[in-house]
């Protein structure tokens, strides 16, 4: 059973990948706007994901009797640079987002709450790829370089990286 800090937790959890869902999605968005149609489309099914973690906590709280609380959600940034740093603050977020996950795994474990941390384990696991999914998209733009000329380039190798990322 959920005590009342697990419960508050997850519901942050909770917020926090509806926020993520809401940044991809926005970073789509600016994507498009820039005529890189393979970097939208990985963000567009990035965000889709994000949507797909948050239903997964939100469900967990319901199964385990409780009420998942939907906060307030703070509106993404709309502005970027260039792709490099689009993808750059992605990590950084999913840097967060991990940091995030090992506080609830350990809270869990901290408390005995056994079917927590074991529910939570997926999640540890999915934040490993996450990050070295967004790394290994930087190293290639800085192996390509991130030139108005090499934006083709670019684009056309996060599709690839789109299409086969289930």
Not at 52 to 79: C, N, W
Not at 107 to 121: C, G, I, R
Request: proline content about 2%; hydrophobic content about 45%.
């Amino acid at each position: 059973m959920l005590n009342q800090e697990m419960i508050e937790k997850l519901n942050t959890q909770i917020n926090l990948e509806f926020f993520s869902s809401n940044l991809y999605l926005q970073m789509s968005a600016w994507a498009t706007g820039q005529g890189l149609d393979g970097c939208a489309a990985f963000f567009k099914a990035h965000a889709n994901e994000e949507m797909q973690h948050m239903q997964r906590i939100f469900d967990y709280v319901l199964e385990s009797g409780k009420t998942p609380v939907l906060g307030r959600i703070e509106a993404p940034t709309t502005d970027f640079s260039d792709i490099r740093t689009v993808f750059a603050q992605t990590l950084e977020h999913e840097k967060a987002v991990t940091q995030a996950i090992n506080e609830l795994v350990e809270l869990a474990f901290n408390q005995k709450d056994f079917a927590s941390f074991q529910f939570l384990q997926w999640f540890v696991s999915e934040q490993h790829e996450e990050e070295a999914l967004f790394q290994g998209i930087i190293d290639k733009i800085d192996l390509i370089g991130d030139d108005r000329k090499n934006l083709f380039f670019i684009d056309r190798e996060v599709a690839k990286i789109a299409a086969s990322h289930p």
